[in-house]
Every structure is written in structure tokens, then in C-alpha cells.
């Protein structure tokens, strides 16, 4: 189907021209967003007749869009989810997830600002887009983690999977360490038990002996 764009669309075109996108592209998404119209000869002369209204319309909402972006821009929203010990999430953070915490800290948005090339399925922090305008987009990052606490180290810097791993592994030295030091403890006691014994054994034999010369 051939439309002329109402506004600037990433991978189409600019406001005005004339592009030719499939059928269900057009009637699902573009024309009933108000971004498009059919090319007929009818609405292009009414987008002619309008177009520096659409203009100064789509001006103001780009201006708009950048103020937004200032204060967007390095902002971080916090996602709990549980994982196993892996960081493997049981579930995933999808765009509306995301969307949904943009709103919750006082930025309004909606789940196709989002780009998110696939759902997140592991606990970290991420990068992630948000288209503001056509023209205009804002980074921000997306925190996730099992509780608040470990969301504020993973915000440090700090990678909450490898820490546990080291903390793990470091409890298992403590435990082989601390158990080849008991069995070493108690050789030691066995061998002074045996030095003991025997000493008691060598002066039992000579009191035998002494008693024997005596006796004789």
C-alpha cells in the first residue's frame, strides 16, 4: 500500500513523502495512529493544504520531547524479580514491564516507546531506548534484581552473581581448611595418646623386672 508519512517513521521516511509499506503494516499500525494516510490524490492534497500546520504541530511535540529527554536521559527504574542462582529470572522483563516503571517514577510511556530487541531473562543493570519523538530518543537504565539492596550494589557496579560465586567458594576453602586443621588435631592427640601409652607400658615392664629381682 502506498501512504505519505504524517510524521518522520525511523526506516520509512520523513513527513510528506510517499512510501509504499505492506497492507497490515498500514491498516494495524500506521493509519490508525494518525502517522499515515493513503496516498489517493485526495489526502495528498489535503496534506498539502495542511502540511504547515503538521509541521509546527509536529515542531512543538519535538520540543516537548527534548525537554523530556533532559530529564529522561541516565535515569534509572528498579524491577524486582526472583532468579535462580544462576541470575536466571524465573520469567522476563518485557517492554510493558519497563513502561510501566518509566510511569511509575513520574515519566509517562507506553510499551512501544520501549525498544527492546528481546525480553531481559537475567538479573543486571541494562541500557535501554526510549523513543520520546522521531526524532528524539532518551537511554536510561533498567535495574534488575531479587531485593532493593542488591539492586543498589548492582547500581554500584557490582556483579551480584560473581559475588556470591566468590563468597561460596571461599566458604568451601574456610570448611576443607578448618577440617584438614581438625584432622590434623586429632593425629597429633593420637599420637601422644600412643607416645603415652607406650611410655606407661615401658615403665609397668620395668617395675615387673624390679619386682622379679627381688623376688629372686
Do not use: C, W
Not at 497490515?24 to 502540511?51: C, D, I, S, T, V
Not at 522521531?134 to 560473581?162: H, L, M
Amino acid at each position: 500500500m502506498q501512504i505519505v508519512l504524517l510524521e518522520r517513521i525511523a526506516k520509512l521516511g520523513q513527513m510528506g513523502e510517499v512510501v509504499t509499506v505492506k497492507d497490515g503494516y498500514a491498516r494495524n499500525f500506521l493509519l490508525p495512529a494518525g502517522k499515515a494516510m493513503r496516498a489517493n490524490k485526495a489526502n495528498l492534497a489535503q496534506f498539502e493544504g495542511q502540511r504547515v500546520q503538521l509541521e509546527a504541530q509536529n515542531l512543538d511535540r519535538k520540543t516537548d520531547a527534548e525537554a523530556v529527554k533532559v530529564k529522561m536521559d541516565g535515569h534509572e527504574i528498579v524491577i524486582i524479580r526472583q532468579s535462580g542462582e544462576t541470575g536466571q529470572l524465573y520469567g522476563s522483563v518485557n517492554t510493558r514491564d519497563i513502561a510501566g516503571g518509566l510511569t511509575e517514577t513520574g515519566f509517562e510511556t507506553n510499551k512501544n516507546q520501549v525498544t527492546l530487541e528481546t525480553p531481559i531473562k537475567t538479573l543486571g543493570v541494562y541500557s535501554i531506548r526510549i523513543t520520546l519523538h522521531p526524532e528524539v530518543e532518551s537511554i536510561i537504565k533498567v535495574n534488575v534484581a531479587r531485593t532493593v539492596d542488591e539492586a543498589e550494589r548492582q547500581a554500584r557496579g557490582e556483579n551480584i552473581i560473581d559475588s556470591e560465586r566468590d563468597e561460596a567458594s571461599f566458604t568451601e576453602e574456610t570448611v576443607f581448611e578448618d577440617g584438614d586443621g581438625e584432622m590434623e588435631a586429632r593425629a597429633e592427640v593420637s599420637e601422644d595418646f600412643a607416645e603415652a601409652e607406650a611410655a606407661e607400658a615401658e615403665t609397668a615392664e620395668e617395675a615387673s623386672e624390679e619386682t622379679a629381682e627381688e623376688a629372686s
